[in-house]
């Protein structure tokens, strides 16, 4: 993938040399849209890289492989679906309703936006058979585990399938190239951190925002 404005600033600048700096911008009240002189904030980087990826932009491929994931994904629910924990979240989510609902994989049930995302996400990672993208040098982590809050987004704010694969996308070039960049286990952050940070890119692309 031609990974656009995200790759070339973080590459120039690099993550781990980006996040020291954000508490200090916080605490002396320094704008957030630079970082030092003339860098590009790493949240402005993100979600310059967000609004401006184009389904047109991706490969043939890149689609393919997105909507594989995808699919893979919802394979992997389905096989997790009568777990324990997913039963125990499923029957949460069942217990709430919502003028904007959502629906939990499998069953149907319609439920909040977050209870879905939470029951479906419980289903796609029970088997631990989803995906894993090993980082050049970090560790690994798995990048579909984003896949139910896009899924989520996207339905309550009526998206289009090309929409979803290019929310895939985004959220996994976030993930990987994060993971490739910055030392998390060296910092003592897990994986399912930057699961969060790439889920947030990819689910506010479908939310408009």
Do not use: W
Request: proline residues 3%; aromatic residues 6%.
């Amino acid at each position: 993938i031609e990974r656009r404005h995200f790759l070339r600033h973080a590459a120039a600048v690099g993550l781990a040399a980006i996040a020291p700096t954000l508490p200090a911008m916080a605490q002396t009240g320094q704008s957030h849209s630079t970082v030092g002189s003339g860098q590009v904030s790493l949240a402005e980087t993100l979600a310059r890289y967000a609004t401006e990826l184009r389904y047109e932009d991706l490969p043939e491929d890149v689609i393919r492989i997105a909507r594989r994931a995808i699919l893979d994904t919802i394979g992997c629910a389905f096989g997790g679906y009568a777990a324990g924990p997913s039963k125990i979240a499923i029957k949460l989510a069942s217990e709430v309703s919502s003028r904007q609902a959502a629906t939990v994989l499998i069953g149907g049930i319609k439920t909040s936006p977050d209870l879905a995302a939470f029951a479906n996400g419980t289903m796609i990672r029970y088997l631990d058979f989803n995906d894993a993208f090993v980082s050049l040098t970090h560790g690994a982590g798995h990048p579909s585990d984003t896949i139910a809050a896009l899924l989520t987004s996207a339905e309550f704010t009526a998206r289009s399938g090309r929409d979803l694969v290019t929310a895939t996308v985004l959220a996994y070039e976030v993930f990987c190239k994060i993971a490739d960049v910055f030392d998390y286990l060296g910092n003592g952050i897990d994986h399912s951190t930057i699961t969060g940070i790439a889920a947030v890119v990819g689910a506010g692309r479908l939310m408009g925002l």
